[in-house]
Nanobody, 118 residues
């Protein structure tokens, strides 16, 4: 599985951004798509995930502001981010999971920088 992320940038507080991640390769084996982020000095954290195209999880920090969606036709997962805050500044990574348990494999896209600043 290969992942190509795009859509980061600089935005003012309160603004919006849309991140996109295109998946290619063994797409049919993907069961989970997710967005993580890592701010300087912090560990990488899960922001949102979508399992089997239906079950969705949001971190508390993302609830009510971010929306994750999977477009089957485009094999793309998007993260729409509204009401952005300076603390949302981080490198955002898309991730794909295939298999479960011991058979699980994780794939990562390149990071895309999101900076929220006035």
């Amino acid at each position: 599985v290969q992942l190509q992320a795009s859509g980061g940038g600089l935005v003012q507080p309160g603004g919006s951004l849309r991140l996109s991640c295109a998946a290619s390769g063994s797409i049919l084996s993907i069961n989970t798509m997710a967005w993580y982020r890592q701010a300087p000095g912090n560990e990488r954290e899960l922001v949102a995930s979508i399992i089997s195209g239906a079950s969705i999880y949001y971190a508390d920090s993302a609830k009510g502001r971010f929306t994750i969606s999977w477009d089957n036709a485009k094999n793309t997962v998007e993260l729409r981010m509204n009401s952005l805050k300076p603390e949302d500044t981080a490198v955002y990574y898309c991730a794909a999971q295939t298999g479960w348990g011991r058979g699980r494999e994780d794939y990562w896209g390149q990071g895309t920088q999101v900076t929220v600043s006035s």
